[in-house]
């Protein structure tokens, strides 16, 4: 009944990327991501989201599929 096993802590679900903030890396786990996932392929991501703004969703399936497949070589499942 005395357990001394503390809680394991969540995490945020988004880090602050606006204005020059900065993402630290997830507490170490047994999972295999080592980042958050915002913080994961910021190329493929900014790719992504630039032909999003300028083209719309629709036209930008080879960049969200290319962000994808970087996020799920680093561990995420999406």
């Not at 880090?15 to 915002?38: R, Y």
């Not at 493929?44 to 994808?68: N, P, Q, Y």
């Amino acid at each position: 009944m005395g357990s001394t096993e503390q809680p394991t802590p969540v995490q945020s679900p988004a880090c602050p990327t606006v204005n020059g903030g900065s993402c630290d890396p997830a507490p170490a786990t047994d999972s295999k991501p080592k980042k958050k996932i915002c913080c994961a392929c910021p190329d493929t991501k900014k790719l992504r989201d630039e032909c999003i703004v300028e083209h719309g969703e629709s036209a930008c399936t080879k960049w969200i599929e290319a962000h994808k497949r970087c996020l799920r070589a680093e561990g995420f499942k999406v």
